[in-house]
C-alpha cells in the first residue's frame, strides 16, 4: 500500500514555513491547492484567460520569491491573494485597462428593498452565484454586469461572492478598513440590483 505524501496534510502555513526554511518541494503543494480556485478568480478579475494564466504565474513566482519574509503562522490565503490582486492591477495597468469610476456614496447607503433579485442571488454566498441562476441568457446577464462593475467594486464582489472570503480576510487583502469592505460590497450590489433590472425589464414586463 503507498504511503501518503506527508506535504497532502499539512496546512498551507506549515507548507509555506516549511519553503521559507529551504524545503522548496513543498511549494508544489500549494501551488496544487490553490491552482483552480485562483486561476479561476483571476480569469474573472481581469476577463482574459491568457493575461490570467500570466498572472497567474507571476503570483506564484512572488509568493516564491517573498517566502523567506514569511512570518510563522501568518494565514497564508490572503496573502496569496493580496499578490494576486496586486499582480492582477499592474498587468490591467500595463495594458491601459485600469477602471476610475467615482462611486456616489449616497447611493450605497440606501435600501434596495427585498424583492427576489440578483441582490438576494449573490447574497445566497453559495459556491457559485452563477449556478444559482436559471437559464444561460441569465448568467451570461449577471457575469456582464459584475465585469461592468467599476475596478474597486468588482474587487469585494470577486472576493466575497466567488472566493468566499471573509471581510477580515478580504480587508486585509485590499489595504483597507473592513467597515469599507461592507460599504463597497453594498455600493456593488446596489448597482448590479440597478443593471439587473435596466436588462430585466424590457424582456420581462
Not at 45 to 64: H, K, M, P
Not at 118 to 126: D, F, G, K, P
Not at 141 to 156: G, H, I, K, N, T
Request: with cysteine; glycine share 6%; hydrophobic share 35%.
Amino acid at each position: 500500500m503507498a504511503s501518503t505524501d506527508p506535504s497532502t496534510i499539512c496546512s498551507d502555513e506549515e507548507l509555506l514555513q516549511g519553503v521559507s526554511q529551504g524545503q522548496v518541494h513543498l511549494f508544489g503543494e500549494l501551488v496544487r491547492r490553490y491552482e483552480r480556485e485562483l486561476y479561476g478568480y483571476l480569469r474573472r478579475y481581469l476577463g482574459d484567460a491568457a493575461l490570467a494564466e500570466d498572472v497567474f504565474q507571476n503570483t506564484f513566482l512572488q509568493l516564491y520569491l517573498k517566502s523567506n519574509q514569511y512570518e510563522a503562522g501568518r494565514p497564508v490565503k490572503p496573502w496569496l491573494y493580496t499578490i494576486a490582486t496586486h499582480q492582477a492591477i499592474d498587468a490591467m495597468r500595463r495594458q491601459g485597462r485600469h477602471q476610475a469610476v467615482s462611486l456616489d456614496e449616497k447611493r450605497a447607503t440606501e435600501d434596495v428593498g427585498d424583492t427576489r433579485s440578483l441582490l438576494e442571488m449573490l447574497e445566497s454566498r453559495e459556491q457559485d452565484p452563477l449556478d444559482s441562476v436559471q437559464g444561460e441568457e441569465r448568467r451570461l446577464r449577471v457575469r456582464a454586469s459584475v465585469e461592468q462593475l467599476p475596478e474597486f467594486l468588482r474587487q469585494v464582489v470577486l472576493l466575497a461572492y466567488y472566493q468566499g472570503l471573509k471581510y477580515r480576510e478580504i480587508a486585509e487583502i485590499l489595504d483597507i478598513p473592513v467597515g469599507t469592505v461592507k460599504s463597497r460590497l453594498h455600493a456593488a450590489l446596489v448597482k448590479l440590483q440597478q443593471a439587473w433590472d435596466t436588462s430585466a425589464s424590457p424582456r420581462e414586463t
